[in-house]
T-cell receptor, first 114, second 112 residues
Framework: DAEITQSPRHKITETGRQVTLACHQT?????MFWYRQDLGHGLRLIHYSYGVQDTNKGEVSDGYSVSRSNTEDLPLTLESAASSQTSVYFCASSESAGNTGELFFGEGSRLTVL | GNSVTQMEGPVTLSEEAFLTINCTYTATGYPSLFWYVQYPGEGLQLLLKATKADDKGSNKGFEATYRKETTSFHLEKGSVQVSDSAVYFCALSDGGYQKVTFGTGTKLQVIP
């Protein structure tokens, strides 16, 4: 079965360190997204990609970057982790052709920045 | 820009009670509307969707009708179960850009 997997599921790091969260999907979807989930804010879009070599900023992109070198992977990098980036991060993907916006989510990565 | 507003939670109901979670939206054009559900410790999964005005989405006893005149997409279930305890997110998709905008989520707790 096709799926989307995130790693690590849990990560504790220190302020100022670089952190990379991995996202791998086997749906063969062109569209991939990173969201963060915080109490009172729901899900907020960090970055997204519509295909290989394409990346775009979402509403809360400061301090984050992504790269898309193949269809399956969209790693999220925190250049210099800050306590405000403590959150649960979700990766998602969707089809592009005939798309109605339905997203397929990973199980999330809980990041704590001390 | 697009936005989704849903009722504040948490919502606590007894088993077999009727559920309504309100959702209204602001969008240009003709978005698709969704309800996603998140069970504890898991990612979100699609519960139901509607892609045009007056469509009714339904799944697992849940229903929601796309009301363009009131810009609403309220979630209903006639008889909730303990297993329905989760966080419910209303969302919309601007098909032109394929991005999804989420509401803040409503936590539902069903007690026996």
């Amino acid at each position: 079965d096709a799926e989307i997997t995130q790693s690590p599921r849990h990560k504790i790091t220190e302020t100022g360190r670089q952190v990379t969260l991995a996202c791998h999907q086997t749906w063969n979807h062109n569209n991939m997204f990173w969201y963060r989930q915080d109490l009172g804010h729901g899900l907020r879009l960090i970055h997204y990609s519509y295909g290989v070599q394409d990346t775009n900023k979402g509403e809360v992109s400061d301090g984050y970057s992504v790269s898309r070198s193949n269809t399956e992977d969209l790693p999220l990098t925190l250049e210099s982790a800050a306590s405000s980036q403590t959150s649960v991060y979700f990766c998602a993907s969707s089809e592009s052709a005939g798309n109605t916006g339905e997203l397929f989510f990973g199980e999330g990565s809980r990041l704590t920045v001390l | 820009g697009n936005s989704v507003t849903q009722m504040e939670g948490p919502v606590t109901l007894s088993e077999e009670a009727f559920l309504t979670i309100n959702c209204t939206y602001t969008a240009t054009g003709y978005p698709s509307l969704f309800w996603y559900v998140q069970y504890p410790g898991e990612g979100l999964q699609l519960l139901l969707k509607a892609t045009k005005a007056d469509d009714k989405g339904s799944n697992k006893g849940f229903e929601a009708t796309y009301r363009k005149e009131t810009t609403s997409f309220h979630l209903e279930k006639g008889s909730v179960q303990v297993s329905d305890s989760a966080v419910y997110f209303c969302a919309l998709s601007d098909g032109g850009y394929q991005k999804v905008t989420f509401g803040t989520g409503t936590k539902l707790q069903v007690i026996p």
